[in-house]
């Protein structure tokens, strides 16, 4: 079983349903998408967190993380650009393939894999900083320079909708934008260093129904170029965006993957009962 | 009337009357105390004030003329101390602020800086005149002094700046992870001007103490009550200038009232400025502008 992952899960939990039941032809397909994690790991303090995570995401679709709180759904995203090590005693164990190569080996640049893993958070963060700056600044610390940064600065507001909207004011503070505003030009950011993957941490669930709406009518839009993974406590919000849904629960205290599939499957007629439970609302 | 009829119950209200009554009387003294010590010092040394007073030399040392030479002599310690203190104390914030890797190290500096904060301010005068004055051999002057009350002031910077850059929201510094950026360039250009609100309320603090200090510049820049030309000449901060003409000149009283006066008006322009360029900078980051 689950031929498709080469390290095998730990014994203690069960193996997530990732895979059809000719693993060859799949196999294949796996190894070419662009994100593939293989029993990804995460402890805090040596208290397992997440384990037993195997899932792959590929440009062209959104892969959304569903499932209740505290069930390791964040540290699952933190863990893929390893950002999860800035947390004291964390630790992270498994394999996160970034077109082939495992990003977990200490050899692994941190600023190159932040820049191919690009990640927008719950609460829009933007800094104290002009609208411009904010999209200039971590473009610059990359290397980017002269005309080069006002053309990127212009079309990732222009991919995120926001052009039209601040195009006067790109000196004035980007405090002063509203909450959606905000988040748009956070994924703005992200998107002007060209990422290939988009990590998004809830990104909708700080913003009022109309932003919500936008932000999630752009990812639908950024899927083209990016392999997307969304976490998300709104259950609708998956099934209206996300082409595939991982299911995420806690079993004895720690996180795991229970199933992971096209998201119509996994919102009708999912294959474990747990799944099932907490998409008709029967969870806990 | 109240939607929460229990917090309002008669008991209940008769103790709030009586807190708010202790509230108000405790603030009405503190407003009392300062409108007692600004009034009595205007009816003392309002008279001596003008603008002559302001723009020409001291002369009989102090008891007639103006005080010209004192108003730039503090304000060249001022700028001296500031540009000393300014600096060293970022860098040393920054140090302490990012130093999570040597903590050992962090807590030394940080508890350094504790001591250093409670040292009072005549042995930072008397060391100041052993090492700036004499060992360095800058003698009695502006720059003796102002090096002195940048010690001095030193903690205060520090310990503000810090405090303000560990006031900074968590996801903003990693926000500036998640983008790839260098810890150097999340500093530069996300936590230092998020950050700079605490960090310039931190250097006002400093410069009210600098400008009311005493102890510290009486023995290292000296009381001349000269022009200063430059800053290795002596000078007679204003704090100094009231303390001697109180304490050692006969009839010198009302003219310290009146040097008193000027000093307590260049604190609270100091503080009035600082809180006209912080509002201004809140007001650009609202963007009521746009």
Redesign the interface.
């Known amino acids: 079983m689950n031929g498709a992952v080469d390290v095998p899960p730990a014994a203690t939990h069960r193996a997530p349903i990732l895979l059809a039941p000719d693993p060859g032809p799949r196999l294949q397909a796996l190894e070419r998408q662009k994100l593939v994690v293989q029993d990804l790991r995460v402890c805090y303090r040596g208290l397992p967190a997440l384990q037993g995570v195997s899932f792959s995401a590929d440009v062209g679709q959104i892969t959304a993380i569903i499932g209740s709180s505290g069930c390791g759904k964040s540290s699952c995203l933190l863990a893929l ?1 390893r ?1 999860a090590e ?1 947390v004291p005693g964390s630790g992270v164990a498994g394999r996160v393939l970034l077109d082939g190569v495992d990003v977990l080996q200490p050899s692994t640049n ?6 191919r893993i ?2 927008v ?1 719950q ?1 829009p ?1 933007p ?3 002009s609208i411009e ?1 904010n999209i200039a ?2 473009l ?3 290397g980017v320079r002269g005309p080069e940064i006002a053309a990127r600065v212009r079309r990732a507001l222009v991919a995120v909708g926001l052009w039209s909207e601040v195009k006067d ?1 790109l000196r ?2 980007a ?3 509203s909450g959606g505003q905000q988040q748009r030009l ?1 994924i703005a ?2 998107i002007a ?1 060209e990422p290939e993957v988009l990590l998004l941490d809830e990104p909708t669930s700080s913003l009022d129904p109309a932003a919500a709406q936008r932000v999630e009518a752009l990812l639908s839009e950024l899927k083209t170029s990016y392999a997307i993974v969304v976490v998300t406590h709104n259950l609708h919000q998956a099934r209206r965006i996300a082409d595939r849904t991982a299911f995420f629960t806690l079993e004895d205290g720690v996180g795991t993957l229970v199933e992971l599939d096209d998201t119509a499957r996994i919102f009708a007629g999912a294959r474990d009962p747990r799944t099932r439970d907490y998409v008709e609302g029967r969870f806990g | 009337m109240s939607p929460l009829p229990g917090l309002m119950a008669a008991g209940g209200r008769a103790r709030d009357r009586v807190g708010f009554a202790i509230v108000w009387a405790a603030g009405s003294v503190v407003v009392a105390a300062l409108t007692a010590l600004v009034v009595s010092m205007l009816r003392a040394g309002g008279s001596g004030v003008s603008f002559a007073y302001l723009v020409s030399l001291p002369e009989r040392a102090g008891i007639d003329g103006g005080i010209a030479s004192v108003v730039v002599s503090t304000l060249l310690l001022l700028l001296v101390a500031l540009a000393a203190a300014a600096p060293l104390g970022l860098l040393t914030a920054v140090l302490l602020f990012e130093a999570t890797r040597t903590p050992r190290t962090a807590k030394l500096v940080s508890r350094s800086l504790d001591v250093l904060a409670c040292v009072p301010s005549i042995v930072f005068g008397l060391f100041g005149m052993k090492l700036f004055c004499e060992v360095i051999g800058l003698g009695w002057s502006i720059l003796s002094g102002g090096l002195t009350l940048a010690c001095m002031i030193m903690p205060v910077v520090v310990r503000s700046t810090e405090q303000a850059l560990r006031d900074v929201p968590a996801d903003q510094r990693l926000a500036c992870a998640a983008l790839g950026t260098s810890r150097w360039g999340a500093l530069l250009h996300v936590l230092v001007p998020a950050a700079t609100p605490g960090i310039v309320a931190g250097i006002v603090l400093a410069t009210g103490r600098a400008l009311a200090e005493t102890a510290a510049v009486l023995y290292t820049a000296g009381a001349s009550l000269r022009m200063p030309a430059s800053l290795i000449d002596p000078g007679r901060a204003l704090a100094v200038h009231v303390y001697t003409l109180a304490i050692e000149i006969p009839g010198g009283a009302p003219r310290a009232t009146s040097a008193a006066l000027v000093l307590l008006v260049l604190v609270g322009l100091t503080n009035a400025l600082a809180y006209c360029g912080s509002a201004v900078f809140r007001r650009w980051r609202l963007g009521s502008a746009a």
Do not use: I, V, W, Y
């Not at chain 1, 941190?110 to 820049?115: G, M, Q, V």
């Open positions: 650009n950002l800035l941190l600023t190159t894999l932040r820049r690009g990640m958070f609460k963060t800094f104290p900083l700056r600044f971590p610059r610390e990359h004011r004035s503070s405090l002063a934008l956070c950011r992200a260093l």
